[in-house]
């Protein structure tokens, strides 16, 4: 059974930075694509960044694009976003997600694409 654990939320100014951690168990980690996704208050799942098996490849949201960085570090089974200059539209539980598929090539924003989802952790952006 694949787990993972978001950490790094928290309440930040606008134009502030935070960097959410994404662990995961399993030995195969390195062989999938990995999403990150938010979901405001009252408004649907939304995708914001994913990342290659190899973390050669990125993908992100227009919203994010310029302001937030997603990268993973295989050996130690994690993925990262970096969210800098954030906005309070950008307050919403942050949920990082693993594809269904080892070593796909496309990355995908759809949510039903990934199978395993983290428990989420909350980020607050106040003006």
């Known amino acids: 059974q694949v787990q993972l654990v978001e950490s790094g939320g928290g309440l930040v100014q606008a134009g502030g930075s935070l960097r959410l951690s994404c662990a995961a168990s399993?030995?195969?980690?390195?062989?999938?694509?990995m999403g990150w996704f938010r979901q405001a208050p009252g408004k649907e799942r939304k995708f914001v960044a994913a990342?290659?098996?190899?973390?050669?490849?990125?993908s992100y949201a227009d919203s994010v694009k310029g302001r937030f960085t997603i990268s993973r570090d295989n050996p130690k089974n994690t993925v990262y976003l970096q969210m800098n200059s954030l906005k309070p539209e950008d307050t919403a539980v942050y949920y990082c997600?693993?594809?269904?598929?080892?070593?796909?090539?496309?990355?995908?924003?759809?949510?039903?694409?990934?199978?395993?989802w983290g428990q989420g952790t909350q980020v607050t952006v106040s003006s």
């Open positions: 990342i290659s098996w190899s973390g050669g490849v990125t």
């Open positions: 399993g030995r195969t980690f390195s062989s999938y694509v």
């Open positions: 997600a693993r594809d269904k598929i080892t070593l796909r090539e496309v990355l995908s924003s759809q949510p039903g694409v990934y199978d395993y």
